[in-house]
């Protein structure tokens, strides 16, 4: 049987890797592993700042190892976006085996959030059991002996923080959406959106939404060939895109093309589209979506989508 682990949700991962034959372990032998940090892009907020400590990862038989990330300190994940990513253990010498957990420690009293609609105000961000047991990421992986494996962990922002209507240990709340993601396995999806010709098209139109005032839209990419574009809603049970991906003016354009990456994709079929108009990640929301496309991700390479808006 071919041992492959294509999806790295959370709850996808421990089985894969529980079938697959083996555990690329030899006694006493060590392997060398990385582990960087990225975001799955947000919108609402301006900066999610938060301080990680430690993180420990869980030999399936043997104890916990801990590795300290005091010089990372304070990670703003927002700046983590398109492919962009923070080192946080690089080429560290572990025992080989399987290992079946990971845990990110938080310091909660130094992490919070800002919104640049509130003149980047800030929001505490409170963390359960971010200190005492950390952020937990479950699920087997294996590091060979007399090797170098590198992983990401994608942390989901806008998926993970909600408003808890003060009921809660901050004026924000982090409900952690993580992925992990071996680096040799994932590619990436790049394209174009012209927010100028849509802008104009929609203010033409008496049938169209009109774009949000002061918003440049996003990409909703979904796991899936032809997928039917839905809004994000954490609370709903059913179909939600993997991620929304925020495009960010091109440099050196005047200003009419803007840019967007959707990065460490596991190798398969991805159905984008784009919005122009805000959603709410925890309410079901009236967007219009456009330029929806289908596309094939190919481990260590980048797939380019078809321009926004589709010229037919």
Do not use: H
Not at 96 to 124: C, F, K, P
Not at 293 to 298: H, Y
């Amino acid at each position: 049987m071919k041992c492959s682990t294509k999806v790295f949700t959370i709850s996808a991962l421990a089985a894969a890797l529980a079938a697959c034959g083996g555990d690329g372990t030899s006694s006493g032998s060590t392997g060398t592993v990385s582990l960087d940090l990225t975001d799955a892009p947000t919108m609402d907020l301006s900066s999610v700042n938060v301080a990680f400590t430690a993180v420990r990862l869980k030999p399936v038989d043997g104890n916990w190892l801990e590795f300290s990330l005091e010089e990372t300190g304070v990670v703003d994940l927002l700046t983590l976006q398109g492919g962009v990513t923070e080192p946080l253990i690089t080429d560290e010498v572990v025992p080989a085996g399987e290992y079946n957990e990971i845990r990110l420690m938080i310091d909660t009293q130094s992490s919070w959030v800002t919104r640049e609609s509130q003149g980047d105000a800030e929001y505490t961000l409170g963390v359960p059991s971010g200190e005492q047991s950390g952020l937990k990421l479950k699920g087997n992986f294996v590091v060979a002996a007399d090797t170098s494996q590198s992983f990401t962990i994608d942390f989901d922002v806008r998926k993970s923080i909600v408003d808890p209507q003060g009921q809660a240990l901050g004026d924000y709340m982090l409900k952690p959406v993580l992925r992990l993601v071996n680096n040799l396995e994932v590619g990436q999806i790049e394209g174009e959106v012209d927010f100028a010709q849509i802008q104009s098209t929609r203010q033409a139109s008496e049938e169209l939404m009109l774009c949000s005032q002061g918003y440049n839209g996003a990409v909703y990419v979904f796991e899936g060939a032809d997928v039917e574009p839905v809004d994000l809603n954490v609370e709903r049970d059913g179909l939600n895109p993997l991620m929304v991906v925020p495009v960010t003016e091109q440099e050196g354009e005047d200003g009419d093309l803007y840019q967007w990456t959707a990065a460490f994709l596991t190798e398969g079929t991805y159905t984008v589209s784009y919005s122009c108009q805000l959603d709410d990640n925890q309410a079901d929301d009236d967007i219009e979506f456009e330029g929806t496309q289908t596309l094939e991700v190919i481990a260590g390479e980048t797939t380019v989508a078809d321009p926004i808006p589709l010229q037919l």
